[in-house]
């Protein structure tokens, strides 16, 4: 149980192009949905907090306009990386937290999605 | 602010022994969680184990275990009868009760040779 699921698992685009990153819970519903970005052999920085039918809470510094986060139902959040470039690149990470069935303050993390822009 | 602080960042050990990775945190919170979660190299992220801290008792998970010091503000993980699939790197972190950001330390990279 409590699978998370991210598509596609890598991207490369050229620069200036948009990219969205799904984001799905498998089994089971989750309200709130975060979003990291991870540097190479740097740990996990939150970049939103996703909640079903609202607006995303970012982080200090992160731009809003820039990184893009729909979370339409209780399954699926999107990330979308608008007009891309190559310092956009990176290992992109999204967790869930499950609203029943087990213990709400456990994140469950998706597989990630490498993006490079060249 | 809560810190979390992961001393050691790469560890070894041979196959079949036990290993200790280190993390403390800092907190003026007297309810929260913290949890070990490793990142193989295929970079999913997976949870190992999760400690309340209202729980006095270590929570453990087959050859994983906690030692949790609250007054020390401590949480090491012992990984024990240590097999190759555990090389990863571990992360430790800390959320608030009722809170819902994950703080995460730095990483310790672990290695376990033959």
């Known amino acids: 149980g409590a699978v998370v699921s991210q598509h596609p698992s890598w991207v490369i685009c050229k620069s200036g192009t948009s990219v969205k990153i799904e984001c799905r819970s498998l089994d089971f519903q989750a309200t709130t949905m975060f979003w990291y970005r991870q540097f190479p052999k740097q740990s996990l920085m939150l970049m939103a907090t996703s909640n079903e039918g609202s607006k995303a809470t970012y982080e200090q510094g992160v731009e809003k306009d820039k990184f893009l986060i729909n979370h339409a139902s209780l399954t699926l959040s999107t990330l979308t990386v608008t007009s891309a470039h190559p310092e956009d690149s990176s290992f992109y990470i999204c967790?869930?937290?499950?609203?029943?069935?087990?213990?709400?303050?456990?994140?469950?993390f998706g597989p990630g999605t490498r993006l490079l822009v060249l | 602010a809560q810190t979390v602080t992961q001393s050691q960042p790469e560890m070894s050990v041979q196959e079949a022994e036990t290993v200790t990775l280190s993390c403390t945190y800092d907190?003026?919170?007297?309810?929260?969680?913290l949890f070990w979660y490793k990142q193989p190299p295929s970079r999913q992220m997976i949870l190992v184990i999760r400690q309340e801290a209202y729980k006095q008792q270590n929570a453990t998970e087959n050859r994983f275990s906690v030692n949790f010091q609250k007054a020390a503000k401590s949480f090491s993980l012992k990984i024990s009868d240590s097999q190759l699939g555990d090389t990863a790197m571990y992360f430790c972190a800390f959320m608030k009760h009722g809170g819902d950001k994950l703080i995460f330390g730095t990483g310790t990279r672990l290695q376990v040779f033959p």
């Open positions: 967790s869930a937290r499950t609203t029943s069935g087990g213990p709400k303050e456990t994140q469950y």
């Open positions: 907190t003026s919170e007297s309810n929260y969680y």
